[in-house]
């Protein structure tokens, strides 16, 4: 990779501006700066790109394949900028243009292809893995519209199309030579041919799945990966034979239903909703991914498929892509001609999985007849497969008669996809050490009884190249001048930990608050012109934004905010560290709850703002849309990091190493990686409060706990409760489901439990952060501590543990 030249850079620029405009380059708009720009940066990584694919035609490494239903990649042109290494001459070219840079990288659309922390982690890994400099690819679905846009209409949330293909996508590159057939429904005829029976697959649909790549640039090097993505389109633009019968209805009917399979993303998180059309979507990228790479891998050995377990490496990111299992043992068996055990041995070994929730309403099972009827050979498959496993496992255990049927994949009318993922590859995996611990001894302790030995924890991480280095460049120049820029480089951030002894420095720690205060009245600004509410920079920015979920609280924290609010107008000269409360979040359009949960905080909003006897000391403010490039915003001006989830429900979060990254204190529940947080900074660097995992296990085995004894017990709470239903946000603004879940379903997230906890934890950091020296150390502290939550490392564990390849180690390419 070349370094850029400043003055051809200039006239290659200006050059490419009128281009892509037709006019002078005096005329351009930021549109055209924009596409100039991406155009210019496509040019040089695909060069590198070419080099790169035919290093994987060799399949000198072995390669891995992350397959998720899910890529959450947040804006991509600055990214791939800094990766160049391209960062200060693009800047100052545009400045002396006369350009605003971030005006132009705002044109980009940022796109919206996953719900939350599944799908961004994706992107962390794959950021990661090109980072590291070795190959890993994305395997994934091109939704012609991505997650919704969120807008807040009359304190509600209100869902709008994301047409974010609207003005055309310059980071990808369609490959319609590289199509291929997926097929659904139909049926299966057996045939003896030359004394083997054979399946035969017929009267299928067929649909075209036709890939798009968008190049994963690595950071300072040469390596570029991919992450391909697939669009559904009909076999034939008309189904021509149907159209001559004068069916033209009918012709049109089966091209929309062929779209409709990648025309959408399904909003829900940590939800099941089980739609045919949804089974259709795991079907499709999971068929076509893995044609692709079995053809590639034929064509690198000589027609053979032998070998490819030690090459390949199929990860798959919960269980939306478990249909791999029996999909490869289909290839391998139907059109490779191996026989089961071999197929079997080949399957498991290539296969991995990571499990992301142990919420029992997430846990994918699909209806038998549904999965028979759209995927007739690939169910026979699985019935095979669960056959002969139970058979294994009543051999090997049977007394254990009972326990052999709760881990089957078909029972009661279903098809369970954990189990079918885990019974089918070497190692599952959960997401944190509490998480971990969780699946082996409850959600899956099963399994772990007979295969112990695959099971792993890989505790999630975060690129530090877009969470930190790209989001929060005053901090990422602060650490330079403060310790150098080891900690830049790939895999090197516990290199953070040089900044310890400056903690206790006045000098850095100034620097370091200012650095904060920065990023906070950059975010007031936004908030200012976007919402029009004005917000002190000097209180705390104490912040929440995540999807919106019960066991997530966000209710917890807005009956809370009541509280100080009726505290504050109860005694106005309350000695009150004056707070700014910030969400965001989307809730999933069905999620009824959710969408009460978003409106309640909105409308403590309006009250609380617009209340001159508190709102110079408290502020609450709901950002809509929350996706990758507003949370870029939101995180470097964090103060307080709230990770307040249920003990045991949160697998792992990343937003609260994100947050921890650049130098927000975490307030949270020891939930999740929030633990990990909480071993690697000491428990005087983080406030933490409520019932652990196993007191909340503990109630629950009892029935809960009694959620009226709260309400009886105190009233400062009561009035809180009280004020949801009785008219205290006006007459037409009740919250009578909140409140019946709390007091009639008995709190089943353990709000109320968790409240007198949480409001000490509340006043307990407000106190500490009276002292700003101390909080400024807490605040490095963290920052010095975050290096372990760097998916660089969850890749390198990956590597160790789980697929087995050769260490990372870090060569310096171009810095
Ligand atoms: O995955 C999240 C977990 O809730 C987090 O605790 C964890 O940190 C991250 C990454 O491991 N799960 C999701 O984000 N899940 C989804 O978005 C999802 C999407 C579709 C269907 C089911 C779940």
């Keep these: 990779m070349k370094t850029l030249e400043k003055t051809s850079f200039k006239k290659a620029f200006i050059k490419k501006v009128e281009e892509v405009s037709g006019e002078d380059f005096s005329e351009s708009t930021t549109q055209h700066q924009y596409q100039a720009l991406s155009e210019l940066v496509m040019e040089e990584i695909t060069a590198e790109w070419a080099a790169n694919n035919s290093r994987l035609h060799k399949m000198e490494e072995k390669q891995i394949y992350f397959f998720s239903i899910e890529f959450l990649i947040g804006r991509l042109l600055k990214a791939y900028i800094n990766n160049l290494g391209w960062d200060g001459v693009v800047s100052e070219v545009l400045c002396e243009l006369g350009l605003d840079y971030e005006a132009i990288q705002a044109r980009e659309h940022d796109p919206a292809l996953g719900n939350g922390g599944l799908g961004r982690l994706m992107a962390c890994f794959l950021d990661s893995t090109a980072a590291m400099g070795f190959p890993g690819h994305g395997n994934g679905i091109r939704y012609k519209f991505g997650l919704f846009e969120q807008k807040i209409i009359n304190n509600e949330q209100v869902e709008v199309a994301d047409n974010w293909l609207k003005n055309g996508y310059p980071f990808e590159i369609a490959k319609p030579d590289k199509s291929v057939v997926v097929k659904y429904k139909g049926n299966v005829r057996t045939e003896m041919v030359n004394g083997k029976l054979v399946f035969i697959h017929e009267n299928y649909e067929p649909v075209l799945a036709v890939p798009y790549d968008v190049p994963v640039q690595g950071y300072h090097n040469k390596t570029v990966n991919s992450l391909r993505l697939w669009s559904a389109q009909p076999v034939e633009d008309f189904d021509l034979s149907t159209f001559n019968q004068g069916h033209f209805l009918k012709a049109m009917q089966r091209r929309s239903e062929a779209e409709a399979i990648s025309q959408i993303?399904?909003?829900?998180?940590?939800?099941?909703?089980?739609?045919?059309?949804?089974?259709?979507?795991?079907?499709?990228?999971?068929?076509?991914?893995?044609?692709?790479?079995?053809?590639?891998?034929?064509?690198?050995?000589?027609?053979?498929?032998?070998?490819?377990?030690?090459?390949?490496?199929?990860?798959?990111?919960?269980?939306?892509?478990?249909?791999?299992?029996?999909?490869?043992?289909?290839?391998?068996?139907?059109?490779?001609?191996?026989?089961?055990?071999?197929?079997?041995?080949?399957?498991?070994?290539?296969?991995?999985?990571?499990?992301?929730?142990?919420?029992?309403?997430?846990?994918?099972?699909?209806?038998?007849?549904?999965?028979?009827?759209?995927?007739?050979?690939?169910?026979?498959?699985?019935?095979?497969?669960?056959?002969?496993?139970?058979?294994?496992?009543?051999?090997?255990?049977?007394?254990?008669?009972?326990?052999?049927?709760?881990?089957?994949?078909?029972?009661?009318?279903?098809?369970?996809?954990?189990?079918?993922?885990?019974?089918?590859?070497?190692?599952?995996?959960?997401?944190?050490?509490?998480?971990?611990?969780?699946?082996?001894?409850?959600?899956?302790?099963?399994?772990?009884?007979?295969?112990?030995?695959?099971?792993?924890?890989?505790?999630?991480?975060?690129?530090?190249?877009?969470?930190?280095?790209?989001?929060?460049?005053?901090?990422?120049?602060?650490?330079?001048?403060?310790?150098?820029?080891?900690?830049?480089?790939?895999?090197?951030?516990?290199?953070?930990?040089?900044?310890?002894?400056?903690?206790?420095?006045?000098?850095?720690?100034?620097?370091?608050?200012?650095?904060?205060?920065?990023?906070?009245?950059?975010?007031?600004?936004?908030?200012?012109?976007?919402?029009?509410?004005?917000?002190?920079?000097?209180?705390?920015?104490?912040?929440?934004?995540?999807?919106?979920?019960?066991?997530?609280?966000?209710?917890?924290?807005?009956?809370?905010?009541?509280?100080?609010?009726?505290?504050?107008?109860?005694?106005?000269?309350?000695?009150?560290?004056?707070?700014?409360?910030?969400?965001?979040?989307?809730?999933?359009?069905?999620?009824?709850?959710?969408?009460?949960?978003?409106?309640?905080?909105?409308?403590?909003?309006?009250?609380?703002?617009?209340?001159?006897?508190?709102?110079?000391?408290?502020?609450?403010?709901?950002?809509?849309?929350?996706?990758?490039?507003?949370?870029?915003?939101?995180?470097?001006?964090?103060?307080?990091?709230?990770?307040?989830?249920?003990?045991?429900?949160?697998?792992?979060?990343?937003?609260?190493?994100?947050?921890?990254?650049?130098?927000?204190?975490?307030?949270?529940?020891?939930?999740?990686?929030?633990?990990?947080?909480?071993?690697?900074?000491?428990?005087?660097?983080?406030?933490?409060?409520?019932?652990?995992?196993?007191?909340?296990?503990?109630?629950?085995?009892?029935?809960?706990?009694?959620?009226?004894?709260?309400?009886?017990?105190?009233?400062?709470?009561?009035?809180?409760?009280?004020?949801?239903?009785?008219?205290?946000?006006?007459?037409?603004?009740?919250?009578?489901?909140?409140?019946?879940?709390?007091l009639i379903h008995n709190d089943p997230y353990f709000v109320l439990k968790d409240f007198a906890s949480y409001a000490d934890i509340q006043s307990t950091s407000s106190s500490v952060y009276r002292d700003q020296k101390r909080w400024l150390q807490m605040s490095a502290v963290n920052i010095a501590h975050s290096g372990m939550f760097s998916s660089d490392r969850s890749i390198a564990d990956y590597q160790r543990e789980i697929w087995k390849i050769k260490p990372f180690i870090y060569e310096e390419e171009i810095l």
């Design 265 to 742: 993303l399904y909003p829900n998180d940590n939800g099941f909703e089980g739609k045919q059309l949804r089974l259709k979507q795991e079907y499709f990228f999971v068929c076509a991914g893995l044609k692709r790479i079995v053809r590639r891998y034929k064509k690198f050995n000589h027609g053979s498929m032998d070998g490819f377990s030690d090459k390949i490496c199929i990860h798959i990111n919960d269980t939306h892509p478990a249909l791999c299992v029996p999909e490869l043992m289909r290839i391998l068996i139907d059109e490779e001609n191996y026989e089961w055990d071999k197929a079997w041995d080949m399957t498991v070994k290539s296969i991995s999985f990571t499990n992301h929730t142990v919420l029992p309403e997430a846990l994918e099972k699909w209806p038998i007849d549904m999965v028979k009827e759209l995927l007739p050979r690939v169910y026979q498959i699985i019935e095979e497969i669960n056959r002969r496993f139970v058979n294994d496992m009543n051999w090997y255990y049977p007394d254990q008669e009972a326990r052999n049927y709760s881990i089957s994949i078909l029972k009661d009318g279903q098809v369970h996809m954990a189990h079918l993922a885990i019974i089918g590859s070497h190692s599952v995996n959960g997401v944190a050490e509490l998480h971990s611990k969780i699946l082996r001894e409850e959600t899956f302790k099963d399994f772990y009884a007979v295969f112990p030995e695959r099971f792993h924890s890989v505790t999630n991480g975060v690129t530090p190249r877009r969470f930190l280095m790209g989001s929060n460049p005053h901090l990422k120049t602060l650490l330079n001048e403060t310790i150098g820029a080891d900690w830049t480089r790939p895999n090197q951030l516990t290199s953070l930990e040089a900044l310890l002894p400056y903690a206790s420095d006045t000098a850095f720690c100034e620097k370091l608050g200012a650095v904060k205060h920065r990023n906070k009245a950059h975010l007031a600004e936004y908030i200012k012109k976007s919402q029009g509410i004005e917000l002190n920079p000097d209180s705390i920015f104490d912040i929440q934004v995540k999807r919106i979920h019960e066991y997530k609280r966000q209710l917890l924290n807005a009956l809370h905010i009541m509280y100080l609010y009726n505290a504050l107008k109860a005694d106005p000269n309350m000695d009150f560290v004056p707070k700014t409360y910030i969400f965001a979040g989307k809730a999933a359009p069905s999620y009824y709850y959710a969408k009460e949960v978003i409106r309640l905080i909105n409308v403590i909003a309006d009250k609380v703002n617009n209340d001159s006897a508190v709102s110079d000391r408290l502020k609450v403010v709901f950002v809509p849309n929350f996706n990758v490039s507003v949370a870029e915003m939101i995180y470097p001006a964090a103060e307080i990091s709230e990770q307040i989830s249920t003990a045991g429900k949160e697998a792992s979060g990343t937003g609260n190493m994100k947050f921890m990254m650049n130098g927000a204190v975490t307030l949270g529940t020891m939930d999740g990686a929030n633990v990990e947080i909480a071993e690697a900074v000491g428990m005087d660097n983080i406030f933490t409060f409520g019932l652990s995992d196993v007191e909340v296990a503990n109630y629950n085995a009892h029935g809960g706990y009694r959620s009226l004894d709260i309400y009886e017990s105190g009233p400062r709470v009561r009035e809180v409760l009280e004020q949801l239903i009785n008219g205290f946000f006006g007459n037409t603004s009740t919250f009578q489901s909140i409140y019946d879940s709390l």
